[in-house]
């Protein structure tokens, strides 16, 4: 389906409503990606890419900074302190 729109001053546009009724993830307030190149727009509904979360690589850091140790103490006896004094 092709219709003609017009750019509007502050570059909005308002999709036609026989757009928005042929396409059901097309509602207000929808959150949608744009790709572009020279010649097109492409707009779709936005999928926020999603990295797998590496739980031990997070646990393992952790370890690794409560093992810290400076002239003060170590680094979880800061932090706890630090978070006591604001």
């Given at each position: 389906?092709?219709?003609?729109?017009?750019?509007?001053?502050?570059?909005?546009?308002?999709l036609p409503k026989k757009i928005r009724e042929n396409i059901d993830?097309?509602?207000?307030?929808?959150?949608?990606?744009?790709?572009?190149?020279?010649?097109?727009?492409?707009?779709?509904?936005?999928?926020?890419?999603?990295?797998?979360?590496?739980?031990?690589?997070?646990?393992?850091?952790?370890?690794?900074?409560?093992s810290f140790k400076g002239k003060k103490g170590n680094l979880s006896?800061?932090?706890?302190?630090?978070?006591?004094?604001?």
């Amino acid at each position: 389906m092709e219709q003609v729109i017009t750019i509007r001053q502050r570059g909005q546009i308002t999709l036609p409503k026989k757009i928005r009724e042929n396409i059901d993830w097309l509602v207000e307030n929808s959150v949608v990606g744009i790709k572009t190149s020279e010649a097109e727009i492409c707009i779709s509904p936005y999928q926020e890419s999603v990295k797998p979360i590496n739980w031990k690589n997070i646990w393992e850091k952790i370890k690794l900074s409560h093992s810290f140790k400076g002239k003060k103490g170590n680094l979880s006896q800061f932090i706890a302190k630090d978070r006591q004094t604001h």
